[in-house]
């Protein structure tokens, strides 16, 4: 079974940065895409960031420029980089990766809050 190991959220305030880090059980090269979903009380789980394998990475609307997603695959590890961080961006943030074969996998999710 793979697992996504999640760490990096925490307690921040407004405009302050942190790090998110994804640590599949397996190569990251086993995945395409590699994404980072996020979700918050009373509202649907939403796309974030998203990195396949080969292309363009895709970022939402409401964090475009702010947060950065990254591969290291020396470290075997998926980052998202996230700066100018506003309240609304306090959620659960969940690591999700598919393989070619179609199969899902989701991280535990990490807290992220950002404080006014």
């Known amino acids: 079974q793979v697992q996504l190991v999640e760490s990096g959220g925490g307690l921040v305030q407004a405009g302050g940065s942190l790090k998110l880090s994804c640590a599949p059980s397996?190569?990251?090269?086993?995945?395409?895409?590699i994404s980072w979903y996020r979700q918050s009380p009373g509202k649907q789980r939403e796309l974030v960031a998203r990195?396949?394998?080969?292309?363009?990475?895709q970022y939402a609307d409401s964090v475009r420029g702010r947060f950065t997603i990254s591969r290291d695959n020396a470290k075997n590890t998926v980052h998202l980089q996230m700066n100018s961080l506003k309240v609304e961006d306090t959620a659960v943030y969940y690591c999700?990766?598919?393989?070619?074969?179609?199969?899902?996998?989701w991280g535990q999710g990490t807290q992220v809050t950002v404080s006014s």
């Open positions: 999700y990766a598919n393989t070619p074969g179609g199969i899902e996998y």
């Open positions: 990195s396949p394998r080969v292309g363009s990475r």
């Open positions: 397996e190569s990251i090269f086993s995945f395409d895409p």
